[in-house]
């Protein structure tokens, strides 16, 4: 019989601040329980799941966007190892966003990427995997996946 985890990732958000953009965390990247064990998936499209950042700013400005991502989450002296691949964030800049069919989708959030905000701003979601040990301490585990976003003057 496994038993279950409690995970939960929480985030932070940064921004180098200026007047074109900022940033908001309309949703942080939740586990919700796993088993030791069993590697588990939250896709960029799994609406209250993934990570949902909102960037406002002056539309038609150009962002480039950086993530600093953990390898691994912590409950006290305790971890679980996460991965991101190079596919787990899309974005949208259409005035109405949608999760389920962005229009940049596959993205790789271990590089720099460069848009343009849309007349809306941008919407940014992330998912990734835990993968917890055959045997797996039970508990509250989080880490911290920090966005950086800068506006490049273009």
Not at 34 to 48: L, N, R
Not at 93 to 114: R, Y
Not at 123 to 132: H, K
Request: with cysteine.
């Amino acid at each position: 019989m496994h038993s279950r985890l409690a995970v939960i990732v929480f985030f932070l958000s940064l921004a180098i601040p200026t007047a074109a953009q900022n940033i908001t965390v309309n949703n942080n990247l939740v586990f919700g329980s796993v088993f030791p064990g069993i590697p588990k998936t939250i896709d960029k499209s799994d609406a209250g799941s993934a990570a949902e950042f909102y960037v406002s700013g002056v539309a038609g400005d150009e962002v480039l966007l950086e993530f600093t991502l953990p390898r691994y989450m912590n409950s006290g002296s305790n971890t679980i190892q996460l991965v991101f691949s190079e596919t787990d964030c899309s974005i949208d800049t259409a005035a109405t966003p949608d999760q389920s069919n962005p229009i940049f989708d596959d993205l790789d959030p271990w590089h720099s990427l460069t848009y343009r905000l849309g007349s809306n701003g941008m919407m940014i979601w992330l998912g990734g995997m835990a993968i917890p040990k055959l045997v797996q301490t039970q508990g509250n585990y989080s880490g911290t996946i920090v966005l950086t976003v800068s506006y490049t003057g273009n």
